[in-house]
């Protein structure tokens, strides 16, 4: 079974717009769902700060109960020729410690040049990348 790590980006695309791609994550078959309070947070924030965020809110509120977080590692640096912006350490060293076997983004400007490649074990993908790899 493959377990997702959501990014905050993902949680927002979701509850944004309903029928975006990365919604039909939640509909997959045989996959754990993994994401963090910190994700999570940031999703919030970002949708509280859209025009008529209520009914996107919402949304966030019934995709949650099928996403298991996990807790905020304690990892103080990251592995090896990884460089990430300080606001992206917490979901890679938080998928890394749960075990995620991918990290789910649609951050192509600070994962892009670590997409389709394994760090620490989790591989980074676009959702429409995931999704044509199942």
């Given at each position: ?25 939640w ?78 983004t ?29």
């Amino acid at each position: 079974m493959d377990r997702l790590f959501l990014d905050a980006n993902i949680l927002f695309s979701a509850a944004y717009n309903e029928g975006a791609d990365c919604a039909s994550l939640w509909t997959l078959p045989d996959v754990e769902l993994l994401s963090s309070g910190y994700a999570l947070e940031e999703a919030r924030r970002n949708l509280a700060e859209q025009r008529d965020p209520e009914p996107r809110l919402a949304r966030l509120a019934a995709l949650v109960p099928r996403v298991r977080l996990v807790g905020e590692p304690d990892l103080a640096a990251l592995p090896a020729g990884v460089t990430l912006r300080e606001k992206d350490v917490p979901i890679l060293t938080a998928a890394i410690a749960a075990g995620a076997t991918h990290l789910i983004t649609l951050d192509r400007r600070d994962f892009g040049p670590y997409m389709k490649k394994s760090i620490a074990g989790v591989m980074v993908l676009h959702p429409r990348s995931y999704i044509a790899y199942r």
